[in-house]
């Protein structure tokens, strides 16, 4: 968990040092046509992409959802499975991201499936 942890303050300061990036990820904006933001947009969507992935990295390519906690109320995943379908829902970035880097983002990509059939089903 350290290692998203880890991440998310990397995306953290981006968003901080380029506050008009946070639009892409949180309000549905699409990819800008302008070069160098465009190339920042790209750089955070794969930095979220990571964060996204690491924790279920963590887990040794098993199926988080199985997994089950010892405490319930100390189990942390379901914030991150609820961030991770946010992202997702609001971010054409990162669907794009996560669409052409399916087997590197595994779990992303299957949370993306899910929310794709629930909203078109």
């Not at 992935?53 to 959802?65: A, C, H, I, R, T």
């Not at 961030?83 to 052409?100: K, N, Q």
């Amino acid at each position: 968990m350290a290692q998203g942890y880890e991440l998310w303050d990397r995306v953290i300061t981006c968003f901080i040092e380029y506050p008009e990036l946070r639009e892409y990820f949180y309000e549905g904006v699409e990819l800008p046509e302008d070069s160098t933001t465009r190339a920042r947009v790209l750089a955070v969507t794969e930095l979220i992409g990571d964060t996204l992935q690491s924790n279920y990295w963590l887990f040794g390519g098993k199926d988080v959802e199985l997994l089950g906690s010892v405490d319930p109320v100390l189990d942390i995943r379901s914030d991150w499975d609820d961030w991770t379908e946010f992202i997702l829902t609001m971010s054409p970035a990162v669907r794009s991201f996560v669409r052409e880097h399916p087997l590197q983002y595994p779990h992303v990509a299957r949370k993306l499936d899910t929310i794709e059939s629930a909203t078109t089903g």
